[in-house]
């Protein structure tokens, strides 16, 4: 996120309560604005389902899946690359490598195409779809998994409205083609073609539009085009393991809960191949929009307080600064972290306490069953504390912590994993409680990571030691790489 802080700079300096306000609202289009215009697309086109013509339930849930579990997969298969090659294209920036910035693209570009492929072989092994279902599912399936590639190049390029635009083009479209297949084409959905084909069909044409948008971008973003060393960024798996296992195990961490409790008391399957909890995915997909003021208070904090404090302390790290200088950065860089964080905490929680108080009143007007809103209360505790400890993760890997954030996304991992196997035989009455008591537990062990990691904050910046690479067998692998696609 380091970069877009010269904006958010730029507006609080102006003594307006607009300019701030327009600060919050960028720092939100920044980290939620894509998440949030596809939830909406998909919320919308559910809605406007339930009242064209276009679907009965049984088909409407034949797309509601299709999309969820497109995403909730592609997200993991994201998370075997993201922190990695996030960590390769800051490095090119910072190096003004900027000609190695396309080739990475085009490199995580096959590869994700490959795992992507690999994932939906898997699928297909016991899928019980219709050819042409499948088909498209692939086609969704793989768009979105090239979207989130799009998306890291283009963040990491600081290319913001680009990205917000793109989704925000697809999504109308997305919405657009529903509305244009009930008016003009329901007549001819007959046969092969189901409702939910063609529902499915307009959803992805929007994601594609969105895909569109995000490469004509990533084209006027990177002017230097060439096509060597595509895979030169697999090296960088052997050099920062620990980033690898960080986004991988917390993207699996999210959602293995999901995972246990399908295949527990309440859980279905739909058309023989969709594995859903419908009580327990609704409470949990709406408990995490109640964390969107925690990333947009992060993005804001660490950018207008916390980022000028921490770049004046390692400028004096790196570049000679008297001791006195360097203690003096450091006690002012600590002072804005933990005033930040308290911030932080403090008004999230109050969010998530007034959405417990009134969360049957909320949810009341979305006519849910009363089983579902008890869940969501648990829910929202875990979301809470979810979204607090990636926060203290992000933190942990400012200060080059690496390690510490692998072994807290291990503990997110086995705690949501193992307590969902404990708890899901006690049915309704436990449902949401893992997921509370896992994230809770290691967002208190993030926190305890991360005062302990600061409190020697002297030796980790002057002492540490970068050691050699373990394994050199993803280096070797992208020079084998590298020569074939020469």
């Known amino acids: 996120m380091a970069g877009i802080g010269f904006k958010l700079q730029k507006l609080f300096q102006e003594d307006y309560f607009s300019s701030r306000l327009k600060a919050y609202a960028f720092a939100g289009l920044v980290t939620s604005g894509p998440w949030l215009i596809v ?11 339930t009242f064209l013509s276009i679907a009965s339930f049984e088909e409407r849930t034949t797309f509601n899946l299709v999309v969820s579990y497109s995403f909730i997969f592609s997200q993991v298969l994201l998370g075997i690359q993201q922190l990695v090659v996030t960590r390769y294209l800051a490095d090119c920036f910072y190096e003004k490598r900027y000609e190695d910035l396309f080739p990475a693209f085009l490199g995580m570009t096959k590869m994700t195409m490959a795992l992507g492929s690999i994932a939906f072989l898997i699928f297909l092994s016991f899928s019980k779809l219709p050819f042409l279902l499948n088909g498209l599912i692939f086609i969704l399936f793989m768009t979105i998994n090239l979207i989130w590639v799009h998306f890291l190049f283009l963040s990491a390029a ?23 297949i009930d008016r003009y084409l329901m007549e001819y959905v007959t046969g092969i073609v189901t409702p939910s084909l063609a529902l499915t069909a307009g959803f992805t044409f929007g994601m594609v ?10 084209l006027l973003t990177f002017p230097q085009r060439g096509t060597k060393n595509q895979f030169t960024y697999l090296s960088y ?7 690898f296992w960080t986004s991988f195990l917390y993207n699996i961490g999210v959602w293995v809960g999901n995972w246990v409790i399908w295949f527990s008391d309440g859980g279905a399957v739909h058309l023989g191949t969709f594995r859903y909890h419908p009580l327990y ?6 408990s995490y929009l109640t964390v969107i003021p925690t990333m947009t208070i992060f993005v804001v904090s ?7 404090r921490y770049r004046i302390f390692y400028g004096y790290a790196n570049e000679g600064g008297t001791l006195d200088q360097v203690e003096k950065a450091r006690d002012a860089m600590l002072l804005v972290l933990r005033q930040e964080l308290q911030r932080l905490f403090r008004n999230q929680g109050l969010f998530t306490l007034f959405t417990l108080l009134f969360a049957s009143t909320l949810l009341g007007y979305l006519a849910l069953p009363e089983a579902t809103i008890s869940i969501f209360q648990m829910t929202t505790i875990g979301a809470f504390s979810n979204a607090m400890l990636l926060v203290l993760t992000l933190l942990l890997l400012y200060f080059e912590d690496q390690k510490g954030a692998a072994w807290i996304s291990c503990v997110f991992f086995f705690s949501n994993g193992i307590l969902a196997l404990l708890i899901a035989p006690f049915g309704f009455s436990g449902y949401g409680l893992s997921f509370a008591i896992g994230s809770t537990l290691t967002f208190a062990f993030a926190l305890m990571r991360l005062i302990h990691y600061v409190s020697d904050i002297d030796y980790h910046t002057f002492c540490r030691m970068v050691l050699p690479p373990r394994s050199m067998r993803f280096t070797r692998w992208s020079e084998r790489l590298n020569r074939s696609w020469m």
Not at 39 to 49: F, S
Request: zero cysteines; charged letters at 10%; hydrophobic letters at 55%.
């Open 209 to 218: 539009i969105t895909l569109f948008g995000l490469f004509t971008s990533m």
């Open 39 to 49: 939830i909406l697309t998909i919320a919308v086109t559910q809605w406007l389902t």
């Open 302 to 308: 660490v950018e207008t307080r916390f980022y000028e």
């Open 158 to 180: 600081k290319f913001y409205q680009a990205v917000a635009y793109s989704f925000l083009i697809g999504g109308i479209v997305a919405v657009g083609s529903v509305l244009l």
């Open 281 to 286: 995915d609704t409470a949990i997909f709406l």
């Open 237 to 243: 798996f052997d050099r920062y393991p620990a980033l």
